[in-house]
């Protein structure tokens, strides 16, 4: 509900002819509905969740919920987004980019299952296969807005040019945010959630500058809440690699071709924080080592949600918490922008 009513107060505030109230709803419903029939597939398929035995020992019980919720809501947002627009060219390409990395996606949740383990295509493929997507979404922007691929505006009207380094940075927000999202999904409903709030808040600071993106932002957010709906504790379906992927891509190609990096980055706090914990734990644990070979660990797991788990934090209670986190840091970007 809070989603709806930030996206209704933002249309009056604009006072747009086509705003996002009404694709953000059409969205949500679609995904909604596009989980009931969906989600009955994936249980005759078998496509079951394979559960980490080195993770939460509660989340066993979760071994065989459905996985690769993202091969319905992701498209159905995408193809919303796309008509609604008109066929606006840079809605169709950062669709492109984010279907590209459903699929990446998707080719590692079926490996998984076929395997019967936790393992997918091999990390090296998959970010090779990340890279080669972003790069080509470059090329594109590249070619039909060159300058978009040389400066990145900061706070205060500062202009970084960054000339041909902005490449390599591109290839890097694709890649940080994608695994960002990805690691965030691992409590009922946070990545769904936590991402539709992001998404709403680059269509809020979108929808005057460049409103056929803030309309594929805002469709994406609905989408998302639908799928929360099945995904809410206790989660009938996992969105799965499939649209973890998809959403952390979306978010790097709308905020690489607005040339919004710096409120991206405001917006992916939790996302940031998630990475930085398995970061710093990795590297803890590895500069800690004694002559046994083993480390020290800084938290009791990582991403940090699993440590607020162990910590005593109920499911409910991290996803709120973080909930709230996410709002705080897309209003502070809207004010800020």
């Given at each position: 509900?809070?989603?709806?009513?930030?996206?209704?107060?933002?249309?009056?505030?604009?006072?747009?002819?086509?705003?996002i109230t009404l694709p953000l709803l059409v969205s949500l419903l679609g995904s909604a509905v596009g989980g009931t029939v969906v989600i009955p597939v994936l249980k005759r398929l078998k496509a079951g969740q394979f559960i980490?035995?080195?993770?939460?020992?509660?989340?066993?019980?979760?071994a065989g919920t459905p996985t690769m919720g993202g091969a319905f809501f992701i498209p159905i947002a995408l193809l919303i987004a796309v008509f609604?627009?008109?066929?606006?060219?840079?809605?169709?390409?950062?669709?492109?980019?984010?279907?590209?990395?459903?699929?990446i996606g998707l080719v590692d949740d079926w490996q998984i299952l076929v395997k019967k383990s936790n393992k997918g295509?091999?990390?090296?493929?998959?970010?090779?296969?990340?890279?080669?997507s972003a790069i080509a979404f470059c090329v594109w922007l590249g070619v039909s807005s060159p300058a978009t691929l040389t400066n990145v505006p900061l706070p205060f009207n500062i202009i970084l040019p960054l000339g041909f380094l902005f490449w390599p940075l591109a290839v890097f927000v694709f890649a940080a945010e994608s695994n960002a999202t990805n690691l965030t999904d691992g409590v009922d409903g946070l990545a769904g959630g936590t991402c539709a709030i992001a998404f709403l808040g680059l269509s809020s600071?979108?929808?005057?500058?460049?409103?056929?993106l803030?309309?594929?932002?805002?469709?994406?957010?609905?989408?998302?809440?639908?799928?929360?709906?099945?995904?809410?504790?206790?989660a009938k379906v996992f969105m799965g690699d499939t649209g973890s992927l998809?959403?952390?891509?979306?978010?790097?190609?709308?905020g690489i071709s607005s040339q919004q990096l710096f409120?991206?980055?405001?917006?992916?706090?939790?996302?940031?924080?998630?990475?930085?914990?398995?970061?710093?734990?990795?590297?803890?644990?590895?500069?800690?080592?004694?002559?046994?070979?083993?480390?020290?660990?800084?938290?009791?797991?990582?991403?940090?949600?699993?440590?607020?788990?162990?910590?005593?934090?109920?499911?409910?209670q991290i996803v709120g918490a973080f909930y709230a986190i996410a709002l705080l840091l897309a209003l502070l970007t809207f004010f800020l922008h």
């Amino acid at each position: 509900m809070t989603i709806i009513a930030v996206a209704v107060t933002l249309d009056y505030q604009v006072n747009l002819q086509s705003g996002i109230t009404l694709p953000l709803l059409v969205s949500l419903l679609g995904s909604a509905v596009g989980g009931t029939v969906v989600i009955p597939v994936l249980k005759r398929l078998k496509a079951g969740q394979f559960i980490r035995e080195d993770g939460p020992q509660s989340h066993l019980k979760k071994a065989g919920t459905p996985t690769m919720g993202g091969a319905f809501f992701i498209p159905i947002a995408l193809l919303i987004a796309v008509f609604w627009s008109g066929f606006d060219p840079q809605v169709i390409a950062v669709s492109l980019i984010t279907l590209s990395y459903a699929l990446i996606g998707l080719v590692d949740d079926w490996q998984i299952l076929v395997k019967k383990s936790n393992k997918g295509i091999s990390p090296r493929a998959k970010l090779g296969l990340q890279i080669l997507s972003a790069i080509a979404f470059c090329v594109w922007l590249g070619v039909s807005s060159p300058a978009t691929l040389t400066n990145v505006p900061l706070p205060f009207n500062i202009i970084l040019p960054l000339g041909f380094l902005f490449w390599p940075l591109a290839v890097f927000v694709f890649a940080a945010e994608s695994n960002a999202t990805n690691l965030t999904d691992g409590v009922d409903g946070l990545a769904g959630g936590t991402c539709a709030i992001a998404f709403l808040g680059l269509s809020s600071i979108l929808l005057v500058s460049n409103p056929p993106l803030a309309l594929f932002c805002a469709c994406l957010s609905g989408a998302c809440v639908g799928f929360v709906v099945h995904n809410r504790n206790p989660a009938k379906v996992f969105m799965g690699d499939t649209g973890s992927l998809a959403l952390g891509a979306g978010l790097a190609a709308v905020g690489i071709s607005s040339q919004q990096l710096f409120p991206l980055f405001i917006i992916s706090g939790i996302f940031f924080a998630e990475s930085l914990s398995v970061i710093v734990q990795v590297g803890y644990y590895k500069a800690t080592k004694d002559e046994n070979g083993v480390g020290k660990r800084l938290f009791k797991m990582s991403p940090l949600h699993h440590h607020l788990e162990l910590s005593g934090w109920s499911e409910i209670q991290i996803v709120g918490a973080f909930y709230a986190i996410a709002l705080l840091l897309a209003l502070l970007t809207f004010f800020l922008h």
